[in-house]
């Protein structure tokens, strides 16, 4: 049992995760592999339990948004496709596994939550380092200002009353 648990390697599921609306997403064809079924066997569970899957579990790409996956992404699979995928959101995925019903589907889906939650972990660390960078900026300004006002005051040029400072060549 725990060999079918790790069927696919995390960052396989994680490549799979795309930001699609501002949102992270599975496309129905890379979930259809990780699930054991193919895309259109997929898609017939989510239409025939449509009202399982709302907007913020579920999505159709546009029309654009498929013309402009398909000139990031060029695999044969979005090549041959007509119609434009479905993208799941994290909920959308899980709730797959409960209409799709079966082992593969479940512990694919487990693993898919897990891939998400990294995924969310990695970026809330990544605004943190944000947080202290932009704290540091400020603090450094603050420093940095003194030091600006130093050079503008270097910059203004002498009174004309002071005597010039340096070498004089001797004309005669």
Do not use: C, W
């Amino acid at each position: 049992m725990a060999k079918s648990k790790e069927l696919i390697p995390a960052e396989r599921i994680e490549r799979s995760i795309l930001v699609i609306r501002g949102q992270k997403v599975m496309l129905d064809m890379d979930l259809a592999e990780l699930y054991g079924v193919t895309t259109k066997r997929l898609n017939e569970q989510v239409k025939r339990n449509i009202d399982r899957f709302p907007g913020d579990f579920m999505f159709q790409l546009t029309d654009a948004e498929f013309e402009s996956l398909r000139s990031q992404i060029a695999t044969t699979n979005l090549t041959k496709r007509r119609t434009p995928p479905y993208a799941f959101t994290e909920h959308g995925a899980v709730m797959l596994a409960s209409v799709l019903n079966s082992d593969i589907a479940v512990n694919a889906s487990i693993q898919v939550v897990r891939a998400f939650v990294r995924l969310r972990r990695l970026l809330e660390s990544h605004e943190a380092l944000a947080r202290k960078l932009d704290n540091l900026e400020k603090k450094y300004d603050s420093q940095f200002q003194t030091v600006f006002e130093a050079i503008r005051q270097l910059m203004i040029p002498p009174e004309k009353d002071q005597p010039k400072i340096g070498f004089r060549k001797d004309r005669k």
